[in-house]
C-alpha cells in the first residue's frame, strides 16, 4: 500500500550531522498523510529497534530515548518523511529504514513495535566513526 525509498545515509565523524529522507508512493485512493510514518535501525546482530515516529497528523513526534535531543523527525506533504541527526555517536551506527504504520495510528509507547508498521524501505547504511 506504502512504498518507501530512502536515502541520505553516509559515513561521517562523531559528533556531525546527516539528514536522512524517506520518499512515499501511496496507493490509489489513500493518501500520504493518512499514515504515521518512523525511522528505526538495525546495527549488525542485533534486533531492528525503534528510532523515532510521528503521527499521522503531524503530532507531538515520539522518540526513544537515546537519541531525544539529537534526533527530529519531521514531514511534509510532498509524502516526504525526514531524520535530522545531530550530535551523531558511533553507537548510533546503524542500517536506518523508514516506516509506515497503520492509517489514523497514534504514535505511543504502545504503537511503536516492528509489528506496528506494516511497509519499509530498503533501508540506508549510517555509519559513525570515532
Known amino acids: 500500500q506504502v512504498q518507501l525509498v530512502e536515502s541520505g545515509g553516509g559515513l561521517v565523524q562523531a559528533g556531525g550531522s546527516l539528514r536522512l529522507s524517506c520518499a512515499a508512493s501511496?496507493?490509489?485512493?489513500?493518501?500520504?498523510?493518512?499514515?504515521?510514518m518512523a525511522w528505526f535501525r538495525q546495527a549488525p546482530g542485533k534486533e531492528r529497534e525503534f528510532v523515532a515516529g510521528?503521527?499521522?497528523?503531524?503530532?507531538?513526534p515520539y522518540y526513544t530515548d537515546s537519541v531525544k535531543g539529537r534526533f527530529t523527525i519531521s514531514r511534509d506533504n510532498a509524502k516526504n518523511t525526514f531524520l535530522q541527526m545531530n550530535s551523531l555517536k558511533p553507537e548510533d551506527t546503524a542500517v536506518y529504514y523508514c516506516?509506515?504504520?497503520?492509517?489514523?495510528?497514534?504514535?505511543?509507547?504502545?504503537?511503536?513495535?516492528?509489528?506496528?508498521?506494516?511497509?519499509w524501505g530498503q533501508g540506508t547504511q549510517v555509519t559513525v566513526s570515532s
Open positions: 510521528i503521527s499521522w497528523n503531524g503530532g507531538t
Open positions: 516506516a509506515a504504520g497503520r492509517r489514523f495510528a497514534t504514535m505511543s509507547a504502545s504503537s511503536i513495535s516492528v509489528a506496528d508498521f506494516g511497509s
Open positions: 501511496v496507493a490509489s485512493g489513500r493518501t500520504f498523510t493518512m499514515y504515521p
